[in-house]
């Protein structure tokens, strides 16, 4: 059987690529996660229970304060609300909606 060179050649030349483009840089990329992955481990493994506890409701504290911070007040009739949505209750107003301002507490 013969086979000319031009196919030889083009055969050899895809078997190359081939190859060069499975690598292991997959591979890499997995240890470099499961690295991070350890450090943020060790982190955490440094703290105590209470300490985590003591930091997520400090957290959830400023959170809970920070959601609560903001009222509405209408600039018509100076009523409070908590959304500003839009209602048809202002009495003093022409069109009858609130005009809502943000205000803070």
Do not use: N
């Not at 083009?10 to 081939?18: K, Q, T």
């Not at 506890?53 to 920070?66: M, N, Q």
């Not at 911070?69 to 609300?81: D, G, N, P, V």
């Amino acid at each position: 059987m013969h086979f000319p060179t031009l196919h030889l050649l083009s055969i050899v030349a895809s078997l190359a690529v081939l190859s060069k483009g499975y690598s292991y840089d997959m591979f890499e990329a997995r240890d470099y996660i499961d690295e991070l992955s350890t450090r943020t481990d060790a982190a955490l493994s440094s703290l105590s229970t209470r300490e985590l506890i003591a930091e997520l409701s400090e957290r959830l504290d400023r959170r809970k304060s920070d959601d609560h911070s903001t009222q509405f007040e209408c600039t018509e009739c100076l009523a409070k609300s908590k959304t500003g949505k839009k209602s048809k209750t202002c009495p003093q107003s022409k069109d009858g909606y609130h005009s809502w301002a943000k205000t803070s507490k």
